[in-house]
């Protein structure tokens, strides 16, 4: 997409795979609301994070690309969420005026103060600049307790584990059936085989950690929600990465 072979493209993000790669290859990315998309027949991360969404060089582009894709799937609980509601059309809902009196959230505490992030920090704040000169006001926005509430929120080691089983299950040819097997080919890049073998721990489904890891994720998210409503803003901005991408070899 990026070298212009593709208008758009669709990727899986369970905790930034659509994100970090637009924001590091100039594009745009969007990881929808949960629900929004089927993710059936993505391959599991984790089903409770996992989301399917557009890739793409501009906005508009991108909206096209998730109208093609909204709207309920029988083969994906999550889209419930848009039963009895009116599909959204977002490429209809683009408009030039958009930003004035829109009211946007600086999310400082993710901005990060080290040497090697000044360079990003500067981007982001030039384009907030931008979105002021758009007609946007812009407000701090601070979110108490927010790093506390974030840790350990995180399911993917509980789940992909069991989320890859029953993926594999489902393919009929598939010639390994489970993370173990894996493991135990070879088959998994050196640098990925540690956290591989930490999500390989698990021995049940439901367990007390996981469940911990399930209960953090609603009082973070009311959290975030009520600091938006207390600033009345209609959006939080960050960094989605803090330093600029690695060229390859360094």
């Known amino acids: 997409i990026a070298a212009s072979f593709a208008a758009g493209g669709w990727g899986g993000d369970t905790c930034g795979s659509i994100r970090n790669p637009a924001s590091q ?3 745009v990315g969007l990881r929808p609301t ?18 399917g ?6 906005v508009r582009d ?4 998730l109208d093609a894709t909204i709207g309920p799937d029988p083969a994906d609980p999550a889209t419930r969420a848009l039963e009895g509601r009116p599909l959204p059309s977002f490429g209809d809902a ?13 999310l400082s505490v993710l901005f990060g103060d080290a040497p090697e992030e ?3 920090a500067a981007l982001i704040r030039s384009t907030i600049g931008r979105m002021i000169a758009l007609g946007a006001d812009t407000v701090s926005v601070d979110v108490p307790d927010f790093q506390e509430l974030i840790a350990g929120s995180s399911v993917i080691d509980h789940e992909f584990k069991w989320d890859l089983l029953d993926y594999m299950a489902g393919v009929s040819d598939a010639p390994v059936r489970s993370l173990q097997e894996m493991l135990d080919l070879g088959l998994i890049h050196e640098a990925l085989v540690p956290g591989m073998l930490r999500r390989n721990l698990p021995e049940a489904r439901d367990t007390e950690a996981y469940r911990a890891a399930l209960a953090k994720r609603a009082p973070l998210r009311d959290a975030v929600v009520a600091a938006m409503n207390a600033q009345r803003v209609d959006a939080l901005v960050y960094p989605t990465l803090r330093t600029p991408p690695a060229l390859v070899g360094e």
């Open 25 to 27: 290859n100039n594009l």
């Open 34 to 51: 949960k629900g929004l998309s089927s993710i059936d027949g993505i391959l599991p991360l984790s089903h409770t994070q996992d989301v």
């Open 53 to 58: 969404g557009p890739l793409a060089r501009t």
């Open 62 to 65: 991108l909206a096209i690309a």
């Open 94 to 106: 683009l408009n030039d005026n958009s930003l004035r009196g829109a009211r946007i959230g600086i």
């Open 118 to 120: 000044a360079a990003v």
